[in-house]
């Protein structure tokens, strides 16, 4: 009768979550969906302002922007603008890629964890989303493909 109690017990306690594990897990679950939620939005504000900042350069000087040239070249070309000539959207820019920087990992800790635990995945949208705009700063930040980035850094 006793081992047959303890059986029960064992069931009991394995089958039902106490109440703090319930609440953490919910928690979790929410907060990680809101991450990957805000981290979307913050690439595509960071996409837009730089996109922004690159087309506002265009529009003032009538040329693309290029980042400074070594004087002593011989096809020495001046830069076309500072970045910094339009205040807004410089600190716009340099806000969201210093808030990328710190989002980062975390965003990569969550992602890892949803790969061991399915209750924790994000939406199908979301998540092509994320990828979407996640590849495209990686490709302007790792390739700068038109020298907008390292016209921006300079």
Not at 4 to 11: A, F, I, K
Not at 13 to 19: C, E, T
Not at 50 to 60: D, E, H, T
Request: charged content about 15%; glycine content about 6%.
């Amino acid at each position: 009768m006793i081992q047959l109690q303890d059986s029960v017990e064992q069931r009991a306690s394995q089958s039902k979550h106490p109440l703090l594990q319930r609440f953490l897990r919910a928690t979790f679950v929410i907060t990680g969906t809101n991450f990957i939620d805000l981290f979307t939005w913050l690439l595509a504000c960071w996409l837009g302002a730089f996109g922004a900042l690159v087309v506002r350069a265009r529009l003032y000087t009538g040329e693309w922007p290029r980042p400074h040239d070594n004087p002593f070249a011989v096809g020495h070309r001046p830069d076309t603008i500072r970045a910094n000539a339009f205040p807004l959207l410089h600190s716009a820019v340099l806000l969201g890629f210093v808030a990328l920087v710190f989002v980062l990992p975390g965003v990569i800790l969550y992602l890892v964890g949803c790969i061991f635990s399915p209750a924790l995945r994000p939406s199908r949208r979301l998540a092509v989303a994320f990828v979407a705009l996640s590849a495209l700063v990686t490709v302007i930040w790792v390739y700068d493909p038109f020298g907008f980035l390292l016209w921006f850094a300079d």
